[in-house]
């Protein structure tokens, strides 16, 4: 395994690659024999961020069959950094010339297969295997435990959505803060930060709002992937309201703890858990949802029975034979 992605705290790259390397070394370590930026011998060498450091590895012997893990496109880093333009255009050339090393790529969403083979990489070069978490980790607790969780973060008893992930423009961040303002007496929360400083995208827009809040909107900051759990939790619904993604852990991660989950409509979304999620084109509809499910319990129960089902379909069992056969597979075609 190669990544960088644990440097930066609060981003879902980090999370993929900690929750596979979590996986394969407590339940495969019988089989695979899992070294992280290590540069002996290996039979798959397997690159979750696109360091130069490791696209330079990609040239020396021994790296057996070189794997890609593509969390992000050019496209998608639109409204997420703030760079100068040929600087743009520099790294969103490099990142598909590292894709374009990779004997084989794995996307964790198929509807970005035909994104890169107009890049210039051949559809059987690429794989398509879903993200996952814990589920020792994310999990649903009763209505005892919320109240006394609401109590230790000092949130008030009262009907919550909850939004996750860096704070910045394609996130939708704004669309939130906006919901938040129409809806005073909702409470909302938004567990992330500005994982990459003032390079982000609206940074000095944003800054202003998470400093100084509405009343009822709250940004505790990057929170521990241990404590996430806890705000899943205290939440009656899950808020994303991104305007371009891949496949957010954030949604598996409301997905496994049983909140109800309200996304912006988006195809991308259709690929991989269409039918598990309220849908809405805009924040109107958004505000619309909001105010249904709050006054329709029998709404919201129906939508926590979707995130059940979407939870064990993307469980820890099922991906864990997935990667070892992909595994086994690539180890052999290096042979």
């Given at each position: 395994?190669?990544?960088?992605?644990?440097?930066?705290?609060?981003?879902?790259v980090?999370?993929?690659?900690?929750?596979?390397?979590?996986l394969?070394?407590?339940r495969?370590?019988?089989?695979?024999?899992v070294?992280?930026?290590?540069?002996?011998?290996?039979?798959?060498?397997?690159?979750?961020t696109?360091?130069?450091?490791?696209y330079?590895s990609?040239f020396?012997?021994?790296?057996?069959r070189?794997?890609?893990f593509?969390h992000?496109?050019?496209e998608t880093l639109?409204?997420?950094?703030?760079?100068?333009?040929i600087a743009?255009?520099?790294?969103?050339?490099y990142?598909i010339?590292?894709?374009k090393?990779?004997d084989?790529?794995?996307?964790?969403?198929?509807?970005?297969?035909?994104?890169l083979?107009?890049?210039?990489?051949?559809k059987?070069?690429?794989t398509?295997i879903?993200n996952?978490v814990?589920?020792?980790?994310?999990?649903p607790?009763?209505?005892?435990?919320?109240?006394?969780l609401?109590?230790?973060?000092q949130?008030?008893d009262?009907?919550?959505v909850?939004?996750?992930?860096?704070?910045q423009?394609?996130?939708g961040?704004?669309?939130?803060?906006?919901?938040?303002?129409?809806?005073?007496?909702?409470q909302?929360?938004?567990t992330?930060?500005?994982?990459?400083?003032?390079?982000?995208d609206?940074?000095?827009?944003?800054?202003?709002?998470?400093?100084?809040p509405?009343?009822?909107?709250?940004?505790?900051g990057i929170?521990p992937?241990?404590h996430?759990?806890?705000?899943?939790?205290?939440a009656?619904l899950?808020?994303l309201p991104?305007y371009?993604?891949?496949?957010?852990m954030s949604?598996l991660?409301?997905f496994?703890?049983?909140t109800?989950?309200?996304?912006?409509?988006?195809?991308?979304?259709?690929a991989?858990?269409?039918?598990d999620?309220a849908a809405?084109?805009?924040?109107?509809?958004?505000?619309?949802?909001?105010?249904?499910?709050?006054?329709?319990?029998?709404?919201?129960?129906?939508l926590?029975a979707?995130?059940q089902?979407a939870?064990a379909?993307y469980?820890?069992?099922?991906?864990?034979?997935?990667?070892?056969?992909?595994?086994?597979e690539?180890a052999?075609?290096?042979?």
């Amino acid at each position: 395994m190669f990544s960088a992605a644990d440097k930066v705290a609060g981003q879902g790259v980090g999370s993929v690659y900690l929750e596979l390397v979590r996986l394969l070394q407590t339940r495969s370590a019988d089989t695979l024999n899992v070294q992280i930026n290590k540069y002996g011998r290996a039979d798959v060498s397997h690159y979750h961020t696109v360091n130069f450091s490791f696209y330079l590895s990609t040239f020396m012997p021994n790296r057996g069959r070189k794997i890609g893990f593509v969390h992000f496109l050019p496209e998608t880093l639109e409204g997420s950094l703030k760079l100068p333009k040929i600087a743009k255009a520099v790294f969103y050339r490099y990142v598909i010339a590292f894709y374009k090393r990779m004997d084989q790529l794995v996307v964790v969403n198929p509807a970005f297969i035909p994104k890169l083979e107009a890049y210039g990489i051949p559809k059987d070069h690429i794989t398509y295997i879903p993200n996952f978490v814990s589920t020792a980790l994310f999990h649903p607790v009763d209505a005892a435990k919320k109240k006394q969780l609401q109590q230790k973060y000092q949130y008030p008893d009262r009907f919550t959505v909850l939004g996750s992930g860096q704070v910045q423009v394609r996130k939708g961040v704004f669309d939130f803060i906006e919901l938040a303002k129409r809806n005073p007496d909702v409470q909302f929360i938004w567990t992330g930060g500005f994982s990459f400083g003032r390079i982000t995208d609206g940074y000095e827009q944003l800054k202003q709002v998470v400093d100084n809040p509405p009343a009822n909107l709250s940004f505790p900051g990057i929170v521990p992937r241990e404590h996430l759990v806890d705000y899943y939790n205290m939440a009656d619904l899950f808020l994303l309201p991104s305007y371009n993604e891949l496949f957010p852990m954030s949604v598996l991660e409301a997905f496994s703890s049983e909140t109800p989950v309200l996304l912006r409509d988006l195809d991308l979304y259709q690929a991989i858990i269409d039918g598990d999620y309220a849908a809405a084109k805009d924040v109107d509809e958004m505000n619309d949802w909001i105010q249904k499910l709050k006054q329709q319990p029998e709404e919201l129960a129906t939508l926590k029975a979707k995130s059940q089902r979407a939870a064990a379909y993307y469980s820890e069992d099922r991906l864990l034979k997935i990667w070892q056969d992909f595994y086994a597979e690539q180890a052999r075609l290096g042979r």
